[in-house]
C-alpha cells in the first residue's frame, strides 16, 4: 500500500494515499474507515474516475466504507447516488456496483430502461470482457435489465438463484447439524 498522508476532507482529518487524492472526485471515507481498506478500493474508484471522465459525468465526491472481516452482508445497499449533486455512496468496492450508480447520474433515479441500458453499456465499455456477462446478469434482476436483456441478444436472461445473506447461510449450516 502506498503512503498515506494525513489530510482533511469535509471537515475530519483522516489519512489518505496519495492516488486517492489525485482523483477528479473528493473520496470520503466512513469514520471508522481502516487504512487497510484502501487497497481493495484502488482499482473501483480508478475505473469509475475512467468512466465518470469519458461519459462527461460530474462525480462530486464518494463516501466509501469497508466491511472487512464482517460476518454478515451489510442492512444497507452497496451504493446510492443522489443524481442532482453527483454525491455517490459506495459500500461494496465491485465494479459494477460502481458502474450501476454511474448509470443513475446518466439516466435518472429510477430502474428504468434507459437506466438498464446505460448500466449495459458501460459494462461493455470499461469491464474486462470476463466480468461482462456476470455484471449484465446482476442488472436482470431489474424487469427493465431482463428487457434490455432480451433487446440485445434476442431471448430472456438466464434466472438468477435470490441470493442468501451469510447469516442465512450460517443458520442453514447449523440447522443441517
Known sequence: MS????VKIAGRWIDAPAW????PFEVRPMRGFRPEGWRFWRSTLALLAKASKARRLDVRWVRIHEHLGARREPPHPFGWVVTETGEM???SYDKGTALHELAHL???DSHGDRWARACFDLHRRFLPRAAVRAADLEVTRYLSGRREWKRRFGERPPKQPVPKSRSEEH???LQSR
Open 3 to 6: 503512503r498515506l498522508r494525513r
Open 20 to 23: 486517492a487524492l489525485a482523483l
Open 89 to 91: 455512496f459506495l459500500c
Open 106 to 108: 446518466e439516466s435518472g
Open 171 to 173: 443458520t442453514s449450516e
